[in-house]
Nanobody
């Protein structure tokens, strides 16, 4: 059984940077497709970025492409999301999700494994 634990996040001014991390237990990262999603108050949860299992090919939402970078540290079984040039619109609760059966991280849903989330707040 895969379990996920997020860390990082915090508060920063617009234009700043933060990094959030997700450590998995129960499976190696090469065995699971992983993704970052976020949900702001009053809004639906949305896909941010993800990595496919095996090759670890990356995918990004248009809203973050060029500003966010997703990576995988296999030695620590941890996925990172480096967030640069942050905007107030990036403020949300960021969740890590994973699946051992799905390939495309955009398709991770409530039936998959989720972490508890970590808050990211960007002030103007």
């Amino acid at each position: 059984q895969v379990q996920l634990s997020e860390s990082g996040g915090g508060s920063v001014q617009a234009g700043g940077s933060l990094r959030v991390s997700c450590t998995a237990t129960g499976r190696t990262l090469s065995e699971i497709t992983m993704g970052w999603f976020r949900q702001a108050p009053g809004k639906e949860r949305e896909f941010v970025a993800g990595l496919t299992r095996s090759a670890g090919n990356s995918a990004y939402a248009d809203s973050v492409r060029g500003r966010f970078t997703i990576s995988r540290d296999d030695a620590k079984n941890t996925m990172h999301l480096q967030m640069d040039i942050l905007k107030p619109g990036d403020t949300a609760l960021y969740y890590c999700a994973a699946s051992s059966s799905k390939w495309n991280p955009r398709y991770l849903d409530v039936n998959d494994i989720w972490g508890r989330g970590t808050q990211v707040t960007v002030s103007s």
